[in-house]
């Protein structure tokens, strides 16, 4: 998982509940991603950001949001609007944004609704 | 459309034996091609990266091949263990703005003692 951390392991939402998802890199990268993983499905970009204080929609945005206030941090919330949110949540980072830069994930984030 | 198919969906072998995962991919232009290794739970972790101009590519007992012509990729476990049972991701990057990445859904492996 090397210096990208998660948390937490598991979160429980409840009806009309935003919820945060918290990612955090010590690689000093700049590059940061969300994906959302589900049961025999491939990987799906919700948010990526290339630098600080800039992010773009990914293919499956609505419903969430984040921000990137800090080259470490790259938070993202889960709103009421999302409302099939039960997935495997993972955060990554590259050094650079693009293709050929390879992503390092987090241990992933199990969301569950209540 | 940019897609990546892997094949088959799950295995399962004995431990000690050798088996093969197959990649294929429709994706234009090409920039290269990565497996991952997940285990149930966790997050994935890079085994390989191929560009075009790459055919071959070892990582201890995985070796992966690339046929940019046919647009295939495989996967090579030799001597499995264990610890080898996780899903095995095929991603393909495109030449393009962004993050490009396209990911397959995946092979489930499964090693038997």
């Known amino acids: 998982d090397g210096g990208i951390t998660q948390s937490p392991k598991y979160l429980f939402r409840k009806e009309g509940q935003n919820v945060t998802l918290s990612c955090e890199q010590n690689?000093?990268?700049?590059?940061m991603y969300w994906y959302r993983q589900d049961p025999g499905q491939g990987l799906r970009l919700i948010y990526y950001?290339?630098?600080?204080?800039?992010?773009q929609k990914g293919d499956i945005a609505e419903g969430y949001s984040v921000s990137r206030e800090k080259k470490e941090s790259f938070p993202l919330t889960v709103t009421s609007a999302q409302k099939n949110p039960t997935a495997f949540y993972l955060c990554?980072?590259?050094?650079?944004?693009?293709?050929?830069?390879?992503?390092?994930f987090g241990p992933g984030t199990r969301l569950l609704v209540l | 459309k940019n897609q990546v198919e892997q094949s088959p969906q799950s295995l399962i072998i004995l431990e000690g034996k050798n088996c093969t995962l197959q990649?294929?991919?429709?994706?234009?232009?090409?920039?290269?091609l990565r497996w991952y290794k997940q285990d149930t739970g966790r997050g994935p972790v890079s085994l390989t990266i191929m560009t075009f101009s790459e055919n071959t590519k070892s990582n201890g007992r995985y070796t992966a091949t690339l046929d940019a012509d046919t647009k295939q990729s495989s996967l090579h476990i030799t001597a499995s263990q264990l610890s080898d049972s996780a899903s095995y991701i095929c991603v393909v990057s495109a030449q393009q703005a962004g993050t490009a990445l396209i990911f397959g859904k995946g092979t489930t492996l499964s090693v038997s003692s």
């Open positions: 690689l000093n990268h700049d590059a």
């Open positions: 990649c294929n991919y429709t994706v234009s232009p090409f920039s290269n």
């Open positions: 990554a980072s590259s050094k650079l944004a693009g293709g050929k830069e390879t992503q390092y």
């Open positions: 950001s290339q630098i600080v204080n800039d992010f």
